[in-house]
């Protein structure tokens, strides 16, 4: 566009058949001439016998060199909010996208549809040697369950630029089916479009988030005409997988809005992490796909994420890349699918360096449920103290992650100190973080450094700011003298709550002193170890049906079993005068008892009051719904889903037994457990060629008190991950509880980066117990799908 045309409007008139409500319309050039690229403000359409204007918005070039080189673009007039194609996305551009490539057990991008499940499917190739293993037939997958209910035929289509299964490939997919209940049986096929269609196939992955369970099938057979069988098409029997907990998920229907101000719009990668009482997401990727955050549009995502509810916060950034990459966000809307309770996120300002009020490119959010706002602002003054050691100060950057009731700060980079140079032997750095999301009382906090040392100390700060003019004036070393720091103790105050947490250190952050580690997590001193005694008190909460004969007017007795032994038989008692198990009604009752540990079993019985007699032929029965137990000193609930009917009966021998499905641990007791322990890692490269890698390899763990943070595997001196080899590392953390998943990863550095991991084995060195997480997959650019990370999941 020549320049004298900037900024011009042009107006034209046409004829066509009465289309009615105008909602899109599709706008494009040919691009020819010398000068074909375009900035388009908006679109006005007016229909004149009806006298209505229609508005697009649009904000963006079109133009094969600039943006994201598109020529055509497809607009909806403002105020739409009807179905968008590109939003609720067709089943077909689902397969091979997920909300996060770096989480794809925890997310995935659905459609609205009737008693869905989200399905992800996991195909492993043939080995390459064997001939004709790959096909490029279409294939396809059917889940069966009871009563010959099943879903209808799910293809399986290949994402673009792929238009064959090849040999030694790994395909993942993700596709929506009814919910039919119990898997039974899989079939896998395809639809053998040539005679000479061969498929091998090695293995196969089911996955279904929203019931916790993954599937696996060693299946090493050929569905071909002319090998094997003549198969094209096989069933898969359930109970020939092998069944891997990855725990349960919720959907949440997600809507992002983008503000209806001039270039609200974006093109930058947007992510977001969630936060809730019982504790928080992975950071996940929010597809842009083409058209979403656009000015004044809504984005609608399902998403499935652990049952982390009652939510508390959002943390929502961008990478600040693109040809746009300033955003307004206006808020975010998160449905729970399960309970229907909708929690608002309210922003109203531009994730931006250069614009807005806040002059950054990410936030958190409070959520607001029934108009109430479940955090509070606070200011966060962090207090560090450098030891009085020789060599005890540093010269590095240094960072901090606070960790709370209410989740976590994010990294926290500490910058401007009251001390121009910080961290020295003695000092006390002071610095303070306004506007912050408070996160109640505190459990611990991880910190670390980046290990480089700057000859310009004056200045080190400025070498992380990459807009830095004069960076070239700043000389940084990968490490040395000055870069281990001795740290007595890191103090945070709540300005809020008007308390200060204490967290004690008096150790090395040192690659070349004591245990070589340069991050640690250091507990809370405020939260005492209690002193727990034999005894305690428990809270039996008892949830009746709503069916006409659920009540009843007799007693209930209740017995239950922990880790530390059983509890005796405590009844229940109902009274004429003041009732109890009523259709619907929730009863509390009250015990002191020994402490038991852990529940994980109630036995639930049914017996008349007063011990007066009746017949068995009109013996009542009780309809209990659920049952939650709450240990009284240390808050621990424990949930129990009966839903079952207890007969009346004279006998203690009759019972129905119950085992414990959702332990809800309070924050008093997470603290409780948060104590140095050191973990024995044990990594086995696979026995194939190929197998070792040269490349850095990260581990992080996570377990029922969180997760490790990324920890670097490496021994000085000594050729790791070789092929067939077995490496140990000790790593020292806060105990992380139960484990119950590892990320593994490498740096895709050096030339011989692919590396086929065997299996992770983790020992807590202070109880003895270790968990075995297989992997038997290649972590590699170049082969299989071509990840260099693996989510593993304990094998039990």
Known sequence: MTDHLVQQVDTFTMEAVDLGQVFKIKIRHDNTMASPDWYLEKVEVVDVDLEENYLFVCERWLSKTKEDKKIERTLFVKGYEGDR???????????????????????????????????????????????????????????????????????????????????????????????????????????????????????????????????????????AKDRGDGLTARVFNILDAEAVQIGQKISYEITVITGDVQNGGTDANIYMSVFGANGSTEEMLLHK????????????????????????????????????????????????????????????????????????????????????????????????????????????????????????????????SNNSNKFERKSTDIFKFPDMLS????????????????????????????????????????????????????????????????????????????????????????????????????EILTVTGEGDDAETKENVWVMFEGKKGKSKEFTLENSSKKRKFLRGAKDKFEFSSKNVGDIATICVGHCPRDGRKFSSKNAAEWHVKEIIITEKELGNKYVFQCNARIRLSHKRDE????????????????????????????????????????ANVSITIYGTNGDSGSHRLK??????????????????????????????????????????LERVEITNTATGVTTIFPCGKWLDRKKGDGQIFRELFPKY
């Open 85 to 223: 194609s590109s939003i609720y996305s067709s089943a077909k551009n689902l397969h091979g996208s997920t909300l996060s490539v770096r989480n794809i057990n925890n997310s995935a991008l659905t459609k609205k549809g009737k008693r869905k499940s989200i399905i992800e499917d996991t195909i492993e190739e043939g080995p390459s040697q064997e001939r004709d293993a790959g096909t490029n037939s279409r294939v396809y997958i059917i889940i069966m369950g009871p009563m010959r209910i099943q879903t209808s035929r799910m293809w399986l289509d290949l994402p673009e630029g792929k238009n064959a299964f090849l040999p030694g490939s790994m395909e993942k997919f993700q596709v929506m089916g009814l919910d039919v209940g119990e898997i039974k049986k899989i079939e896998l096929g395809h639809d053998g479009a040539t005679p000479e269609s061969c498929w091998l196939v090695e293995e196969l992955e089911i996955s279904v988030p929203t019931k916790g369970i993954m599937y696996v099938f060693r299946c090493k057979c050929w569905l």
């Open 715 to 756: 021994h000085k001196f000594r050729n790791l991950f070789e092929r067939g080899n077995t490496d140990r590392f000790i790593l020292e953390m806060l105990d992380l509880g139960e484990l119950h998943k590892v990320k593994i990863e490498h740096d895709n550095s050096n030339a011989n980066a692919g590396w086929m």
């Open 655 to 694: 019972f129905k037994a119950f085992e414990c499905t959702k332990i809800m641990e309070s924050f008093a007791s997470k603290v409780r457990s948060l104590v140095p322990v050191k973990y024995e890692i044990i990594v086995i490269t696979g026995d194939v060629k190929g197998a070792g890698t040269d």
């Open 289 to 416: 796909n083409g058209d979403r955050f656009e000015r004044g549009q809504q984005d609608t995502f399902s998403i499935v994420i652990a049952d982390i509810a009652p939510l508390r916060k959002i943390r929502i950034c961008t990478d600040n890349k693109g040809y746009r990459p300033d955003w307004f966000l206006d808020k975010v809307i998160m449905l729970n699918q399960a309970t229907q309770e909708m929690t608002t996120f309210t922003y109203n300002d531009w994730l931006s360096k250069t614009r807005g009020t806040k002059r950054s490119t990410s936030c958190e959010l409070a959520a607001v449920i029934d108009d109430e706002v479940m955090m509070e602002k606070t200011t966060y003054i962090i207090t560090v103290k450098t030891s009085d050691i020789s060599g005890a100060g540093t010269d590095a950057n240094v960072f901090l992650i606070i960790f709370g009731e209410h989740g976590d700060t994010g990294t926290l980079a500490l910058k401007q």
């Open 439 to 538: 996160l109640g009382d505190l459990s611990k906090v991880r910190i670390w450094h980046d290990n480089k040392v700057y000859a310009n100390t004056h200045n080190k700060d400025e070498n992380d700011n990459k807009n830095v003019a004069n960076a070239a004036l700043i000389n940084f070393y990968p490490s040395g003298p000055g870069a281990g720091w001795h740290l007595e103790y890191v103090e945070v105050k709540d300005e809020a709550m008007e308390e200060t947490f204490r967290f004690p250190c008096d150790r090395w952050l040192a690659k070349s002193e004591n245990d070589g580690q340069i991050i640690r997590e250091l507990p809370c001193a405020n939260n005492d170890i209690l002193d727990l005694s034999d005894r305690t008190r428990y």
